[in-house]
């Protein structure tokens, strides 16, 4: 893995501009994709062996899989609203297709699949909004598929960091499959900024440092999380929006702080 950070490309023929797979990650458990459509644009896939949450960050869509069909789905234009967005929970071994109503920011994450869960769309009414933090470490949280919500690995949450504002801290890390202490979770973050000509810095590090690497995080960038502290810190003026996915052996997230940095959590 030569780099953590993913950086987005023009569109191909599907409005790929964004993916990352185990394969590419040298992980074994989260994929992430990223579709930019224009009204009227379609895809068609299945998920294969993996589960699949997809995301409307953006736009509105009729989304078919089987019997099942949700029209005009989507009910903000862009992320910075804020508003919970609407998603859709497939399992694996399922094709689906996704057509654009408007232009459309998709965002497809998976991972493996059991086939213990049928498709269900997912409205921002069921969402669960939350604060952490204090000061300049608040940030806002939107759980769109979170541990008590039914799904084989998946777990999917969106968060907003004000700008100025510092998040995944103080610096946490979920690599030891340790329960009930530590779960293991491989993760990704899809970052926006608003203004989009902004940027965030994202540090990925491990208690001995054979891990340590910081970036300068773009909009529409997406940093990989193997394993170690995670922190992200919001640049003054600009606001951070993540889209996380994680995934590993066990669906459950338990996560521990840099005891270097302990102390402020206890504030």
């Given at each position: 893995?030569?780099?953590?950070?993913?950086?987005?490309?023009?569109?191909?023929?599907?409005?790929?501009?964004?993916?990352?797979?185990?394969?590419?990650?040298?992980?074994?458990?989260?994929?992430?994709?990223?579709?930019?459509?224009?009204?009227?644009?379609?895809?068609?896939?299945?998920?294969?062996?993996?589960?699949?949450?997809?995301?409307?960050?953006?736009?509105?869509?009729?989304?078919?899989?089987?019997?099942h069909r949700w029209e005009n789905i989507g009910a903000r234009m862009d992320v910075f609203e804020k508003r919970p967005p609407h998603?859709?929970?497939?399992?694996?071994?399922?094709?689906?297709?996704?057509?654009?109503?408007?232009?459309?920011?998709?965002?497809?994450?998976?991972?493996?699949?059991?086939?213990?869960?049928?498709?269900?769309?997912?409205?921002?009414?069921?969402?669960?909004?939350?604060?952490?933090?204090?000061?300049?470490?608040?940030?806002?949280?939107?759980?769109?598929?979170?541990?008590?919500?039914?799904?084989?690995?998946?777990?999917?949450?969106?968060?907003?960091?004000?700008?100025?504002?510092?998040?995944?801290?103080?610096?946490?890390?979920?690599?030891?499959?340790?329960?009930?202490?530590?779960?293991y979770l491989e993760e990704t973050y899809y970052h926006r900024i608003d203004p989009p000509q902004g940027f965030a810095f994202q540090?990925?590090?491990?208690?001995?440092?054979?891990?340590?690497?910081?970036?300068?995080?773009?909009?529409?960038?997406?940093?990989?999380?193997?394993?170690?502290?995670?922190?992200?810190?919001?640049?003054?003026?600009?606001?951070?929006?993540?889209?996380?996915?994680?995934?590993?052996?066990?669906?459950?997230?338990?996560?521990?702080?840099?005891?270097?940095?302990?102390?402020?959590?206890?504030?």
């Amino acid at each position: 893995m030569a780099t953590l950070l993913v950086r987005p490309q023009p569109p191909d023929a599907q409005g790929t501009v964004l993916e990352v797979t185990p394969e590419s990650a040298g992980w074994e458990y989260v994929g992430f994709r990223v579709h930019r459509l224009t009204g009227g644009q379609r895809i068609e896939a299945s998920t294969g062996e993996r589960e699949h949450c997809l995301v409307l960050l953006s736009g509105r869509a009729n989304i078919s899989s089987g019997e099942h069909r949700w029209e005009n789905i989507g009910a903000r234009m862009d992320v910075f609203e804020k508003r919970p967005p609407h998603a859709v929970y497939l399992p694996d071994g399922t094709s689906y297709s996704v057509e654009a109503v408007t232009d459309l920011e998709l965002a497809v994450c998976s991972a493996p699949g059991h086939g213990n869960h049928e498709p269900r769309l997912i409205v921002p009414e069921r969402i669960k909004r939350s604060t952490r933090g204090s000061g300049t470490n608040t940030r806002h949280i939107q759980d769109i598929l979170p541990e008590t919500e039914p799904a084989d690995s998946l777990l999917v949450v969106e968060v907003y960091t004000p700008a100025g504002n510092w998040s995944s801290y103080p610096p946490h890390k979920h690599d030891e499959d340790n329960l009930p202490d530590e779960s293991y979770l491989e993760e990704t973050y899809y970052h926006r900024i608003d203004p989009p000509q902004g940027f965030a810095f994202q540090r990925v590090y491990t208690d001995d440092r054979s891990l340590d690497e910081t970036m300068a995080v773009e909009d529409g960038c997406c940093v990989m999380v193997p394993r170690g502290y995670h922190p992200v810190g919001a640049a003054h003026g600009y606001e951070l929006y993540y889209l996380n996915v994680m995934a590993g052996p066990k669906r459950k997230w338990k996560f521990k702080n840099d005891p270097a940095h302990e102390w402020i959590a206890k504030q």
